[in-house]
């Protein structure tokens, strides 16, 4: 019988932000502070006990890079004018001119509601 992979195996970026994001919480975080040290590693732990060794440490910091990378650029696309997040369906509203200016927009899955795209 073929080993089959726990679901949560699946989804590694968005466990081990969950991971994070419980570590913040049971951490005592205030907002704006840094992530320590100790609790990147303690993050770290917990995630290799889910995923195997697989993973090093270089990795992990790598990826907390990217992650860190992301969310400034979706906060400085929410911070321009005409541009809207909608939360129920997940999907970024704005001006077709300006997201094509700044960003890479997959025209295929793009559909145009009051002047606004529609981009998944």
Do not use: C
Not at 28 to 40: D, L
Not at 70 to 76: A, D, V
């Amino acid at each position: 019988m073929a080993y089959v992979l726990p679901p949560h195996r699946e989804h590694g970026e968005a466990h081990f932000l969950k991971l994070m994001a419980e570590e913040i919480e049971n951490g005592g975080y205030t907002p704006g502070s840094t992530f320590r040290h100790e609790s990147m590693l303690y993050v770290f732990r917990k995630f290799r006990i889910v995923y195997g060794p697989i993973y090093s440490d270089r990795f992990l910091k790598m990826k907390v890079k990217q992650l860190k990378k992301r969310y400034q650029e979706f906060s400085e696309l929410m911070s321009q004018d005409e541009i809207y997040w909608n939360k129920q369906n997940n999907v970024v509203y704005g001006n077709m001119k300006l997201l094509s200016e700044k960003y890479k927009v997959n025209k295929t899955f793009v559909s145009t509601v009051y002047d606004f795209p529609l981009i998944y």
